[in-house]
């Protein structure tokens, strides 16, 4: 185990969090303003430039990077790793609930109906509730090694149990639309959405590398600041340890 | 001096599994409020539903297989959960058999205590939902047991997680549950599908996925489980 850094109770400006913000932002002034009207569904359509980056995030990107640290936590041990995994899975279950919301927005106008045990978003749901109750794993353990293992485990399980989710549930009919960009053929969007959709991925993927970048951090700061608790109890501990008269 | 070569793998787990549902034989607390929760779930789940509108036959695979999914919360709780008194944990730990087998021996006591709830709700519903049981006993114990191996291995690692954490048994449903869907969902659809007199053929890619979720949750769990106890 690597020494603590010292903790600095300076706050550091931030600048990759401010460039990322001002992307999503430029971004949503392009979907609007400079991105035509789809003909058959409408303004409607345009929530898919939020909805579609966070979906790929959330499901495959934040997913991916707490299973792969994960795997790599149970093998090499290091406390960095398990750092990485919680950030992600932190910010992955904010974009999947971005997702989660903005599908039952389209769904109201388009097919009629807030929700549908379509197979896409049956998966959905239950992946978001993997990461939920990671999340409740994670709060629940005091000791950071054994915090370590149990997500880890976790993380790994929940990975090998999204293929299964998403054979079973596509045995029921699917509704939700087929891909229309990540297909083997070529793409189906006229270049200037086409141009929107390559802007709101990036600006969406720069956000959460930013917002795990920053999380990261924050636990960085914690783990030091406990460390320096351990090695010199505070005023309170202190009185806390001594008997009542 | 006669030292006694330390019980293999599968001998080891054999022992553990005996030894758990001893204790259970024994106190029978466990079995007695699965079974009684079941009985308790059957009754309400057709009173709440309006028996006219929907057919029993409908209706039952679900019931039956939600039932058994939190019934078998119950008992999987217990499995580590009667390990925390006196720390009985450090002594099954320190004993000289291999940590896989301690795994295999919690989930083999789980497995029948599992089986037994089913052996008592299956026909129960049967009962009271008036399905035609005899014609499809067979396919339907087969189902019952792929469905059961695969809740049982998520289970008992899970079981082994939530009783070292702050919350304890009410973290295990909230990590288990996503894991029993395409357990619960296989089950249920290829229950209805033998009550509907459909051929067992029409089951058959139902029944793939249960198996290939036992094959690869029974290897994933085992191997996971050392990870869950050391320190």
Request: glycine content about 6%.
């Amino acid at each position: 185990m690597t020494a603590p850094p010292p903790v600095t109770h300076r706050q550091r400006f931030d600048w990759l969090l401010t460039v990322a913000v001002l992307a999503v932002g430029a971004t949503f002034v392009r979907a609007i303003f400079f991105t035509p009207v789809e003909a058959r569904q409408g303004a409607a359509q345009k929530i898919f430039y939020i909805h579609a980056p966070s979906a790929f995030i959330g499901l495959y990107v934040a997913f991916g990077l707490v299973a792969v640290a994960g795997v790599l936590y149970l093998w090499l041990r290091d406390e960095r790793l398990d750092r990485i995994a919680a950030s992600s899975a932190e910010v992955g279950v904010v974009f999947m609930t971005v997702v989660l919301l903005t599908g039952p927005l389209w769904g109201k106008p388009i097919w009629g109906t807030w929700w549908t045990w379509d197979a896409r978003l049956t998966l959905t749901l239950f992946i978001w509730f993997v990461f939920l109750g990671y999340l409740i794993l994670r709060g629940a353990i005091d000791d950071t090694g054994t915090r370590a293992r149990y997500s880890a485990v976790l993380g790994v399980l929940g990975a090998l149990l999204v293929p299964f989710i998403h054979l079973s549930v596509y045995l029921f009919r699917t509704l939700h639309p087929m891909p229309i960009i990540l297909k083997p053929s070529e793409p189906s969007l006229p270049n200037s959405m086409l141009a929107t959709f390559a802007l709101s991925f990036s600006s969406f993927l720069l956000l959460f590398v930013a917002l795990v970048r920053a999380r990261y951090r924050l636990a960085v700061t914690v783990d030091a600041l406990e460390a320096e608790d351990a090695a010199e109890p505070s005023p309170i501990a202190a009185l806390r340890a001594e008997p009542i008269h | 001096m006669s030292m006694r070569a330390p019980p293999g793998t599968f001998a080891a787990a054999a022992l553990i599994a005996r030894k758990d549902l001893a204790i259970e034989f024994r106190t029978r607390s466990a079995f007695l409020a699965a079974i009684v929760f079941s009985l308790l779930a059957i009754a309400i789940f057709y009173f709440a539903w309006d028996a006219t509108a929907v057919g029993a036959t409908d209706l039952a695979p679900g019931v039956l297989w939600v039932i058994f999914t939190f019934s078998g919360l119950l008992g999987l709780h217990r499995s580590f959960g009667v390990e925390e008194a006196d720390r009985a944990i450090d002594a099954l730990l320190a004993s000289p058999v291999e940590r896989e087998s301690v795994f295999l021996g919690k989930a083999l006591a789980n497995l029948v205590f599992v089986l037994g709830v089913q052996a008592v709700a299956i026909p129960a519903v049967a009962l009271f939902y008036n399905l035609p049981l005899t014609r499809v006993l067979g396919p339907l114990i087969g189902v019952a047991v792929l469905a059961a191996i695969g809740l049982v291995s998520v289970g008992t690692l899970f079981s082994a997680m939530a009783v070292n954490t702050r919350l304890a048994e009410l973290l295990l449903p909230v990590l288990a549950l996503p894991f029993f869907v395409p357990i619960v969902l296989p089950a249920a659809q290829s229950t209805a599908r033998l009550l509907a007199g459909r051929p067992a053929a029409e089951a058959m890619s139902w029944l793939r996925i249960l198996i290939a979720f036992d094959i690869v949750f029974v290897v994933a769990c085992a191997l996971a489980f050392p990870f869950t106890l050391e320190d």
